[in-house]
């Protein structure tokens, strides 16, 4: 495997479930992150590690659980959701948090809440 | 806030020809970066150029170049010789040295005709 690796790739999940998406980076990168994609709306970044550390948390949802147990594996712990959370959920890692480092990203997880 | 902004949501041309995307972005800041993104429709979000806002001169990729003016906080992606390939959703994105974040544009999705 190369690159940024996401599963599972769909998702569908009833509110009161409680999954997981794994990302896992073969690249040797330093830096994970997840994204929130919306149709026709912006990225929204929703946290981001720096050597296993969380550095941010744009002020999501605890229904939103992220987990990095090395550089190389990013989780994200689903629990509760809610119908508005369905996206195309996106990991990226970059070789470091710095602005100049290239972020490359996952296929993504198409979630969907019923 | 600090935003991006795209104001072209859906373009279209035939392929051959050569087509401009907008990105007009908001920052207070001096240093930065620029990025232009691509998400083919298998959704696995690319890199395809950057600019450092420190460099007068224009960053070049192949058929993939960018037109950027600082003073007007403007930074247009040209497409020469557009191929089937490049239909997808292109996002415009900025990234400072004080805000390791990426903020990104809502995104232009292109469509080359045959």
């Known amino acids: 495997e190369t690159g940024v690796t996401q599963t599972p790739r769909h998702l569908v999940m009833g509110m009161t479930n409680k999954k997981s998406l794994k990302c896992e980076q073969h690249?040797?990168?330093?830096?994970m992150y997840w994204y929130k994609q919306s149709a026709k709306k912006p990225l929204e970044l929703m946290f981001v590690y720096n050597f296993k550390e969380q550095t941010e948390n744009n002020s999501v949802p605890s229904r939103f659980s992220p987990e990095c147990p090395n550089s190389s594996h990013l989780f994200l712990h689903l629990h509760t959701l809610q119908p508005e959370d369905s996206a195309l959920y996106l990991c990226a890692s970059s070789q470091a948090r710095q602005a100049e480092y290239e972020q490359y990203f996952g296929p993504g997880t198409r979630l969907t809440v019923t | 806030a600090q935003t991006v902004t795209q104001s072209q949501p859906e373009m279209s041309v035939q392929e051959a020809e050569t087509v401009t995307l907008s990105c007009t972005y908001d920052t207070s800041e001096n240093n930065y970066y620029l990025f232009w993104y691509k998400q083919p429709p298998s959704r696995q979000m690319i890199l395809v150029i950057r600019?450092?806002?420190?460099k007068q001169q224009n960053a070049t990729e192949n058929r993939f170049s960018v037109n950027f003016q600082k003073a007007a906080k403007s930074f247009s992606l040209k497409i020469s010789d557009s191929q089937l390939g490049d239909t997808a959703m292109y996002f415009c994105?900025?990234?400072?040295?004080?805000?390791?974040?990426?903020?990104w544009g809502a995104g232009t999705k292109l469509i080359i005709k045959p």
């Open positions: 690249l040797g990168h330093n830096a």
């Open positions: 600019q450092e806002a420190y």
């Open positions: 994105a900025r990234r400072t040295y004080s805000n390791y974040q990426l903020i």
